[in-house]
């Protein structure tokens, strides 16, 4: 069965580098999105990713914050400067179409732990 | 706006257990409700899923169903096994836009 697959599956980083989290859609999506849970918190969403552009983005996705399909497979999230509080589980999701009726395929996740 | 409510856990249940998992939730206009299941170490699985008003979503044994009245997507399993093990995540996905909606998670284990 296709499946999504992020890596790494934990990043440590020290807080103001860069960080490029990956991920792999299915390969014939055409949305992909961004979420986040921080320990003990709800799933939140980050940013939606369509033809090549961003279709929506929550509050949480500010300057720091950018997306990229560099190539048909990949699709990336880049903190540009990270944070204490960007600690969290990233969760990378592909659907193959949009709106209410559309299911969303997880990855699991990488883990990103800011020091 | 649009939000999920769900049962805090951590849930401890014996096998063979009956299991209701609580999920609640706000929209505006008609949402379409899931259920997903993380195992360790895997990703959010889709369990089940309903689209409309008393739909009901069935599957390995879970059900829910939608209940407009009380805005309601409770899971339940009649009875649970070591290997349903795993956290358990309410969603909604609204007429508009193309995010999800997540509750907190419920961690479930079943001791045998």
């Known amino acids: 069965e296709p499946e999504v697959t992020q890596t790494p599956s934990h990043q440590v980083t020290q807080m103001g580098q860069e960080v490029i989290l990956r991920c792999v859609p299915i390969?014939?999506?055409?949305?992909f999105y961004w979420y986040r849970q921080i320990l003990g918190q709800k799933v939140e969403f980050l940013v939606s990713?369509?033809?090549?552009?961003?279709?929506?983005k929550s509050e949480i996705f500010d300057d720091q914050f950018s997306v990229e399909r560099p190539d048909g497979s990949n699709f990336t999230l880049k903190i540009r400067s990270t944070k204490l509080e960007d600690s969290a589980m990233y969760f990378c999701a592909s659907s193959g179409t949009s709106g209410n009726r559309g299911i969303q395929y997880f990855g699991a996740g990488t883990r990103l732990s800011v020091l | 706006g649009n939000s999920v409510t769900q049962m805090e856990g951590p849930v401890t249940l014996s096998e063979e257990a009956f299991l209701t998992i609580n999920c609640t939730y706000t929209a505006t206009g008609y949402p379409s409700l899931f259920w997903y299941v993380q195992y360790p170490g895997e990703g959010l699985q889709l369990l089940l899923k309903?689209?409309?008003?008393?739909d009901k979503g069935s599957n390995k044994g879970f059900e829910a169903t939608y209940r407009k009245e009380t805005t309601s997507f409770h899971l339940e399993k009649g009875s649970v096994q070591v290997s349903d093990s795993a956290v358990y995540f309410c969603?909604?996905?609204?007429?508009?836009?193309?995010?999800?909606?997540f509750g907190t998670g419920t961690s479930l284990t079943v001791i045998p």
């Open positions: 390969s014939n999506h055409l949305y």
């Open positions: 990713f369509y033809n090549n552009e961003i279709s929506e």
């Open positions: 969603a909604l996905s609204a007429n508009t836009g193309n995010q999800f909606y």
């Open positions: 309903a689209t409309k008003a008393d």
